[in-house]
């Protein structure tokens, strides 16, 4: 093992509140395509074309296109190991904060399988559980959500209503055929809108307070597979950091927190964050 991986797991073992900052490189060894890496969507897309709310007015039909298509590359990708086992670690150590700016709910899919696995294992317990599968999968569905992330960016199976602002849980196929066939909203009829920050737009208040308010509090910041490019959210490991927290990257490249890294893990997420959180209890 290498010295900056046991360096990293000393630090980790010691802290008592740790924040977990993820962007899209936690999820490529899913299938899930990053924005600035290599076949990333920002190489073959225009994001002014496709993902500002001026691009929505101009044309909702060739924006939920490429979101409907996003959407059923994502829902057909598993969570990996490093989603499975941040949240394993998470509910059996807690003080942990994941904050993200994914909107894939790959964290929340990989919490929903730890918890499964920890039930199984009889790691953690729940009531009224007697081994049916349904039963099963209802007990976890709550402990999942307690290594539910912080989401700074939205998620890409939530609607927002352009005309009355009701937000919801939406899945399935989006007909982007024409205008006519978009979701509309259930309650007043407007046209709904995916429920993702676009750029130019302002995170959503709660989520980023809270996000910040881990980040002012937190002994160890641990950076999984983000370049770091994007404001405000790129801002939260600087708020740890300034706040004297200790700051562990791992990434297979480049990023724009190494000069303040305390320890830099080279390497990618479904290699480098189980055997950095294997033995403390993941
Ligand atoms: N494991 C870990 N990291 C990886 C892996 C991997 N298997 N593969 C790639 N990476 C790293 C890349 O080296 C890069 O540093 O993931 C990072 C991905 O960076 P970006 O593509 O810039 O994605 P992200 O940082 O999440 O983008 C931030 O920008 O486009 C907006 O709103 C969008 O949330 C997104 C934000």
């Known amino acids: 093992m290498s010295d900056d991986l046991t360096f990293a797991r000393g630090i980790l073992a010691r802290a008592e509140r740790v924040v977990v900052f993820t962007g899209a490189g936690v999820s490529a060894e899913s299938g899930v395509p990053t924005f600035r890496g290599p076949g990333g969507l920002w190489k073959t897309f225009r994001p002014e074309q496709l993902a500002t709310p001026e691009a929505f007015a101009r044309d909702p039909r060739l924006v939920w296109e490429w979101y409907g298509w996003r959407r059923d590359l994502v829902a057909a990708c598993p969570p990996n190991l490093a989603h499975v086992v941040l949240a ?41 559980v007697n081994g049916d599968e349904d039963d099963l999968r209802a007990a976890a569905r709550p402990i999942a959500a307690r290594a539910a992330p912080i989401r700074l960016h939205g998620s890409l199976f939530h609607v927002h209503c352009t005309r009355c602002g009701e937000q919801r849980e939406h899945h399935g196929a989006v007909d982007a055929t024409s205008e006519t066939t978009l979701p509309r909203c259930a309650a007043c009829g407007g046209l709904l809108r ?49 706040a004297g927290a200790r700051v562990i990257v791992v990434d297979p490249g480049k990023t724009a927190y190494d000069g303040m890294a305390d320890v830099r893990l080279w390497g990618t997420a479904g290699e480098m964050v189980p055997a950095l959180l294997a033995g403390s209890g993941s």
């Open 194 to 242: 995916p429920g993702v920050v676009w750029f130019g737009e302002a995170l959503p208040e709660g989520a980023l307070e809270a996000a910040f308010a881990a980040a002012a509090v937190a002994h160890v910041c641990l950076v999984v597979g983000t370049a770091g490019a994007v404001q405000p959210a790129a801002a939260l490991v600087d708020e740890a950091a300034g």
């Open 88 to 128: 394993r670690w998470m509910l059996l150590r807690g003080g942990v904060t994941l904050v993200t700016q994914n909107v894939d709910d790959l964290h929340e899919r990989g919490a929903e399988e730890a918890a499964l696995g920890l039930l199984r294992e009889g790691r953690l317990a729940a009531a009224a």
